[in-house]
Structures are given as structure tokens and as C-alpha cells.
């Protein structure tokens, strides 16, 4: 039987941040991975299987209704567990993106921080129809948008639409058509839409819709926030390197805090870091 541990990502406190199932043991068929996906219910769910080598564990990311081929606060989920687990320090992660570094820290009182390094951020396609039907399924208007930030596609291991909105009200309003946005986000391959909002030099708030994995919304979103790292440089909008704060889920009642390191060269890996509490171990079969 193969543990299944409950993590809060990105949050020191289990009430906030997002939460992600991780599974340890060897992998079963993609279905079932789907089942206890489905079963338990978060965002994502991580499977690590172990290889010859223990820094190193094979990697698959499951929401309820999809596989994704990589997943951010799983990813700092898992991290947190390894490091409980097996000690404190530098782990693979062999997703089906690439290999992922995730480093791992404790403190005297077994507070965990974990760091993921993602591939190198890159631009995506979007058309004019794209982000116009995008904006029309997220209910909001031209208007409503912050002409200082490009809506945009970023990539940094998986696809994201970028949405900049005016200010912090505009954000809080979010309030988008389910269906015709996932249908849209599965035709353009977007994991999710990362709707932000600048509140400060280098600080943002964001929310973070996910029909395409059967949930409303993240309440954090790591893959995103690497996306976004990425994004932030390569369209000129910061001096790298720099540091960025992310805020979310602060609309969802569930605050989570995300640090995004972005390097003077940007495609060596957008450093994404969190910290994370176990809340839970049951098992599954």
C-alpha cells in the first residue's frame, strides 16, 4: 500500500495555501492514478517513484479530470515530504517536462521551505479571438485591463495565459463561465489563466482559474508563478535578477505566498520557493 500524504503548499499555516495529495511507491496505470486523483479531490495530486538513485523519483501530476505535466505547489508539496522523510537537501524530480530540482530546508521546529527550479520560461502563441473570447468568458472588458503589462502565454513547463488587470477590486471580482472557459483553455492547451494585479514594486496578487483539471480555482499556483517569473523578464517589465512576490488565494479565503526568483539569466530556471505543512497520512491502496 502506498502512502498518501496531505500537504498545504505555500502557507506555513495548514489553513491557508493550496492543498496537493502526494503518493509514494511505485506507479500504478495512468487510470488509476486518475481515481485517487479524483477521490481526494485538490488540485493536483504528485506520484513519486522511486529510481536506483534515492535523490531521484519519477514524477506524474494528476488533477481530478486530467493529468498535467507539471504541477507547482505539488512539486513543493512532494519536496516537503521527501525532505521529512529522507533529510533535508537537493532532490530530482523527473516530470514529464524535464527534470526539476527541488531543494529542501528544516528548521529546529520542523518548519519546511522548499525551492523548485523549473525549465527555462518561454513565450507561447496568442491571438487577438483567443484573448478576446478569453476575456469574454472571464467576464471582464478591455476596460478592465492594466495597458502596462501585455496579456500574453508563458510557459515554464506548462502554458498559462496571462491576464492583467486594472487594480486589486477588478481582481477580487473575478467571477468567470466555467464551461466555456475550459473549453477554450483545452483548445488553446493554457493549464490555467493567471489573472494578477501589481499592488507594489515587485509584489503582485493573483487568482488563478483550473477548469481544465475540474477545479474552480488554485488557491496557489507554482507553475503559474514560474510562468509569470519568466514572463516578467522576458518581455522587459523587470531588472533581473530580481525578486517577486506573489499573493493568492487571499480571495478564496486560503492565503498562500509565493517567492519567485528571477536570474540574471532567465533560462537557466525560474527559482519558485514556499513553505509547506503536512496535515494529514492516510493510506490508499
Not at 103 to 127: F, H, K, M, W, Y
Not at 164 to 190: C, G, H, Q
Request: proline content about 8%; hydrophobic content about 45%; some cysteine.
Amino acid at each position: 500500500m502506498n502512502p498518501l500524504f496531505h500537504v498545504a503548499a505555500f502557507t506555513s499555516d495548514p489553513a491557508g495555501g493550496n492543498m496537493a495529495g502526494v503518493v509514494i511507491g511505485k506507479h500504478g496505470a495512468p487510470a488509476e492514478m486518475m481515481a485517487i486523483a479524483a477521490e481526494v479531490g485538490y488540485p493536483e495530486t504528485a506520484f513519486l517513484e522511486p529510481t536506483e538513485d534515492p535523490s531521484v523519483w519519477r514524477t506524474r501530476y494528476f488533477a481530478p479530470e486530467a493529468e498535467v505535466d507539471f504541477c507547482g505547489h505539488a512539486t513543493i508539496g512532494a519536496g516537503s515530504i521527501l525532505g521529512l522523510r529522507f533529510g533535508p537537501g537537493l532532490y530530482m524530480l523527473q516530470t514529464n517536462v524535464g527534470e526539476i530540482p527541488v531543494e529542501v530546508a528544516i528548521d529546529a521546529d520542523d518548519g519546511v521551505q522548499v525551492t523548485l527550479t523549473s525549465i527555462a520560461p518561454s513565450r507561447g502563441v496568442l491571438t487577438d479571438a483567443a484573448f478576446a473570447a478569453a476575456l469574454g468568458a472571464l467576464r471582464y472588458s478591455t476596460d478592465d485591463l492594466d495597458p502596462t503589462f501585455p496579456p500574453a502565454v508563458a510557459n515554464a513547463g506548462v502554458n498559462h495565459l496571462m491576464v492583467p488587470l486594472r487594480d486589486r477590486a477588478t481582481l477580487a471580482s473575478l467571477d468567470y463561465d466555467f464551461d466555456v472557459l475550459k473549453i477554450l483553455m483545452e483548445r488553446e492547451n493554457w493549464t490555467t489563466v493567471n489573472c494578477f494585479v501589481r499592488t507594489d514594486d515587485n509584489e503582485f496578487h493573483a487568482r488563478n482559474p483550473f477548469p481544465v483539471g475540474g477545479i474552480v480555482e488554485d488557491p496557489a499556483t507554482g507553475a503559474a508563478a514560474a510562468a509569470f517569473g519568466g514572463y516578467l523578464a522576458l518581455h522587459n517589465l523587470i531588472d533581473v535578477p530580481a525578486t517577486v512576490q506573489v499573493f493568492q488565494g487571499y480571495d478564496m479565503g486560503s492565503p498562500s505566498q509565493i517567492n519567485v526568483v528571477v536570474p540574471a539569466d532567465p533560462g537557466s530556471g525560474i527559482r519558485v520557493t514556499g513553505s509547506a505543512v503536512v496535515v494529514g497520512e492516510p493510506f490508499v491502496g
